[in-house]
């Protein structure tokens, strides 16, 4: 057993964790930032490094003070609401949204490239027979995860990358950047759209893979912790310096490109590449695609056999759920991408108040095992939720016509920072400080 990591399994595995979070969210969304942006491209870079980045950072923190898995953290707070509130959020990460949506925006971008078209479904079903088959490749062995992610597809995404950003940087579409296309402060703007990301859940689920990677390396239990924060801070430190990249990619467009997000990449690397351009978008997307599919699959996998195994060992087991994740991912798949981000989106949204709450709690709390903090902090997950759960309500009222949005959508209103969909935040420090204040009286 050794206490430490070797240098180039620390890379390795950083650049693992970096293209799980990577994904094809923030291969799209920091070129549409960096467009939008234009001349306030640093405040907005700082928002988004904030909210996008240090955020998630927090997941791992958080996991390495708490010293255990998202399930465990939660769980000490509420054991009932906590295994509810994770059962959901992995629910929702894995095979109705996240890893769906990855195969369906892998597809849509080869649609895209090559123009073709057809009224068959047996073009898509092939795609996504072969994407879930190697995708259970890489799931099949949890220990092997994180160096099959960091040896395999990490190089293929960083080259791609990398090119883009310096062809870009060498050889802008335009030699100006033009005004931000909105109004609102930079910096809180940036702050929003990285927040955005979820990317906090994502760390706090794929910290198990991490964790799984160290303990295979041979680290001993007490190092694994702080192994864990290495890594977490190679790769999430490799993510800061590609959004940085990206945005500048898209902001060197100079507005002359009026499209968005993946067309929006797919024409400025068109642009910059010629025709080679489609080739290069295709390889990136489903690179990027298939990594946070095969991050989201596993770590999902991991914590519903932590949820279930002691129902039945033989039946709930990781390399079953991964076989059941990968099978409704397909099936969720077939449907439009659109449709997958406007029913099952607000869910994930919903989800993610809560996970920062149980975050910050373990990150900055000294003792986090107190009792009077502990239950301070159930309350406060508990409240985050109730304030996600009345938003999601608006959503969907909306949605589908339902006719409760004015009710709910004037008690969201009421709320301070209702306008930036930051309503739990004040909310739920209220109701830890009032909790705590109040228990401390009776509970040393």
């Not at 070129?31 to 998630?56: M, R, T």
């Not at 990855?102 to 073709?116: K, L, P, R």
């Not at 799931?139 to 960091?150: A, L, M, Q, S």
């Not at 989201?296 to 087991?317: H, M």
Request: charged share 15%; with cysteine; aromatic share 12%.
């Amino acid at each position: 057993m050794r206490k430490t990591l070797g240098l180039k399994e620390l890379l390795v595995m950083g650049g693992a964790l970096f293209s799980m979070h990577f994904g094809a969210a923030c291969m799209l969304f920091p070129v549409q930032w960096g467009k939008d942006a234009g001349s306030a491209l640093w405040p907005v870079f700082a928002g988004v490094l904030l909210s996008g980045v240090i955020l998630p950072y927090s997941g791992y923190l958080a996991l390495a003070r708490g010293d255990g898995t998202f399930l465990e953290l939660t769980r000490r707070l509420s054991p009932g609401f906590g295994t509810f509130f994770v059962a959901l959020t992995i629910f929702v990460i894995g095979p109705l949204y996240m890893v769906p949506r990855m195969s369906a925006a892998a597809w849509a971008g080869i649609v895209q490239i090559t123009g073709f078209e057809t009224d068959s479904m047996l073009p898509v079903i092939l795609f996504s027979v072969i994407y879930y088959l190697i995708t259970y490749w890489f799931v099949v062995n949890p220990g092997e995860v994180v160096n099959k992610i960091g040896k395999i597809l990490f190089p293929i995404l960083i080259v791609v990358v990398t090119a883009v950003i310096v062809k870009s940087l060498a050889s802008p579409i335009s030699d100006t950047w033009a005004a931000p296309s909105f109004d609102q402060d930079p910096v809180i703007y940036g702050f929003l759209e990285g927040y955005a990301t979820a990317d906090l859940q994502c760390a706090l689920l794929f910290g198990i893979i991490v964790i799984q990677g160290i303990r295979s390396a041979g680290i001993e239990e007490k190092d694994v912790n702080s192994s864990l924060i290495k890594v977490g801070f190679i790769g999430l430190g490799l993510l800061a310096v590609t959004i940085l990249g990206h945005m500048i990619a898209g902001a060197n467009t100079g507005g002359t490109i009026d499209l968005t997000l993946s067309a929006l990449y797919t024409e400025m690397v068109r642009v910059l590449w010629g025709n080679a351009g489609g080739i290069i978008f295709n390889v990136a997307l489903v690179t990027a695609a298939l990594t946070t599919a095969v991050g989201a699959v596993s770590s999902t996998s991991e914590i519903w056999e932590e949820i279930l195994s002691d129902k039945n060992p033989g039946f709930f087991t990781y390399r079953n759920f991964c076989i059941v994740s990968c099978v409704l991912s397909a099936i969720v798949s077939f449907a439009d991408l659109d449709t997958i981000v406007k029913v099952i989106g607000p869910v994930l949204d919903a989800c993610y108040p809560p996970a920062i709450v149980i975050a910050l709690y373990y990150c900055l709390c000294r003792r986090n095992g107190d009792a009077p903090g502990r239950v301070a902090a159930k309350w406060s997950v508990i409240g985050a939720f109730i304030i996600s759960a009345i938003q999601l309500i608006v959503r969907y009222s909306d949605m589908f016509g339902l006719g409760w949005d004015d009710f709910f959508t004037d008690l969201y209103n009421r709320l301070p920072l209702a306008g930036y969909s930051l309503a739990w935040l004040p909310v739920s420090i209220l109701i830890y400080v009032i909790v705590k204040v109040k228990l401390k009286k009776f509970i040393p």
